[in-house]
């Protein structure tokens, strides 16, 4: 393949502006914000899950707690229609009397029964909606540095994507200057070589694979004119002839 000597040295500018593409290209998937917002999210989903675990057990004690306040007051009013009935007079014989007082003995040591379980209930109520709150507390703070990450991550976003595009610009600009095929084959070993197609010959070293030329490629480099488009026989990547060039 031949090439004017100028149009191979603006392939190194090709080369330039790709390895700057590949650089925002990196710092676009490493920014520190992905991972931390990968971990954020991680953390969260546990708390999101604690939260519904919470807002169940939060929700059945309240079920509990109305129907044990329920029950309480039930009995309370049968014995107060009892206490009523005894105090009023209207059970004049002994033994209904005797029944009667009986009877509210036995709703006393029910209610008390009840009562006990209501403040079971109560305390355990108390202390699964203190869980809530804090695990509530997290969410919402969970949210927030979320928030705080996701916007500093999208302004990075921001800033990368529109170095991109004018790198871009310029890329385009400088590949249409270059020879439709000189373009595909630098593509390809670019591809083929870990993002670099052409290199400078620096002195008698490649600047690709950072190897020397053997004397007879040097001395074949040597002799080739200088629109012929050399390749380094270690990496096969283009060479590219330079003022800095031992050839």
């Known amino acids: 393949m031949n090439a004017e000597p100028a149009v191979q040295r603006r392939l190194l500018d090709l080369q330039d502006l790709d390895l700057q593409l590949d650089q925002v290209a990196h710092r676009r998937k490493s920014l520190p914000e992905h991972q931390a917002l990968a971990e954020l999210t991680a953390e969260k989903s546990v708390v999101d899950r604690d939260l519904v675990t919470a807002d169940t057990e939060v929700s059945d004690l309240r079920r509990e707690q109305k129907k044990a306040d329920s029950d309480v007051e039930q009995v309370r009013q049968r014995k107060a229609r009892n206490q009523q009935r005894l105090d009023s007079g209207q059970v004049t014989s002994p033994r209904d009397l005797e029944n009667l007082q009986h009877e509210i003995g ?20 108390e202390a699964a909606e203190a869980v809530q709150a804090d695990l509530r507390t997290r969410a919402e703070a969970f949210a927030g540095r979320q928030a705080e990450l996701e916007s500093t991550r999208d302004a990075a976003l921001k800033e990368l994507d529109e170095q991109r595009a004018e790198l871009g610009d310029k890329r385009s600009t400088v590949a249409a200057e270059l020879p439709d095929a000189l373009v595909t084959q630098y593509e390809r070993l670019r591809e083929r070589n870990g993002g ?17 030329l053997a004397p007879s490629d040097l001395t074949r480099f040597k002799a080739a004119a200088p629109d012929v488009v050399l390749r380094c026989e270690e990496c096969g990547r283009i060479l590219v002839r330079t003022a800095e060039s031992a050839v």
Do not use: Y
């Not at 709703?107 to 109520?125: N, T």
């Not at 670099?196 to 020397?212: D, F, H, N």
């Open 106 to 125: 036995s709703l006393d040591r029910r209610i008390s029964d009840l009562e006990d379980a209501e403040l079971e209930v109560m305390e355990k109520l």
């Open 196 to 212: 670099i197609g052409a290199a400078p010959l620096v002195g008698k070293r490649c600047m690709g694979c950072r190897m020397e």
